[in-house]
């Protein structure tokens, strides 16, 4: 190991133990952005860099359950990327199905947050028979969000909200008063999780794009400048001290 290497594995331990006297985030989002730009950057294709990201998403993973972060939500495909040209959509589907089962094998329980109907069919029943060989009892929760989109999911949940009222033969007054802030929550695809306390962005964009829009009212943000496929294990240690260091007054 070089003089470089060595300094960075003393920082990498000293953030590790640092982080060791704070409460870490119970449910961590990340939005994986900038896979085509690395790759461009590099001189690779676009598959490739997409390749290399989801590489990096079992390896971040990994690096949440060493730390202990019992819930962690990832942002494979959004709504907006399903307008991409067809033939980076099909690699996108075979690379996003890889990796669910990667991370199935990997031990993780996996939850898809998205709206699957939004998705092939096959690519829906192979991710599908993925999931049910994902262990219950992990203790790592993945939520997968692929063809999530943050107004999508609001209108899916008062939708099923409505629908629900409506079949138990409630009037439209009636339905219009139990519309709350509590009963949409339990109709979101994260219904019975945690909000996320800390949100990861990397490639240097500054906005959440809809990601998680309603769970995220109280959660803390972090942007990072490096590309997803660059994405390090001290970056992540970065984001969680700047967290932890923080003071969390949820508006009072």
Not at 57 to 77: A, H, N, Q, Y
Not at 205 to 219: D, N
Request: net charge negative.
């Amino acid at each position: 190991m070089d003089d470089d290497g060595l300094l960075y594995r003393v920082y990498e331990r000293r953030l590790t133990k640092e982080l060791e006297a704070y409460q870490l985030p119970q449910h961590l989002g990340v939005i994986v952005d900038g896979n085509r730009r690395w790759a461009k950057a590099a001189g690779e294709t676009t598959e490739h860099g997409h390749r290399v990201g989801a590489a990096k998403i079992v390896e971040f993973l990994s690096w949440c359950e060493d730390l202990r972060i019992p819930l962690v939500t990832v942002w494979m495909l959004s709504t907006d990327n399903m307008r991409r040209p067809p033939e980076e959509l099909v690699a996108l589907y075979e690379i996003i199905a890889s990796t669910v089962e990667e991370i199935v094998e990997a031990g993780y329980c996996v939850r898809l947050t998205g709206n699957a109907e939004a998705l092939p069919e096959d690519v829906r029943a192979g991710i599908a028979r993925t999931q049910e060989r994902a262990a219950p009892d992990s203790p790592l929760t993945v939520n997968v969000a692929i063809g999530y989109g943050g107004r999508e999911e609001i209108v899916d949940a008062v939708r099923e909200l409505v629908l629900d009222l409506g079949g138990q033969g409630k009037p439209p007054e009636q339905i219009a008063a139990e519309v709350s802030v509590g009963s949409i929550a339990d109709h979101l695809y994260t219904r019975g999780q945690p909000d996320p306390d800390l949100i990861i962005r990397t490639s240097g964009e500054q906005r959440l794009s809809g990601f998680l829009l309603w769970q995220s009212v109280h959660s803390e943000y972090w942007f990072c400048e490096t590309y997803w496929p660059g994405f390090r294990r001290v970056d992540l240690l970065r984001a969680l001290r700047d967290f932890c260091r923080r003071e969390r007054r949820y508006g009072a």
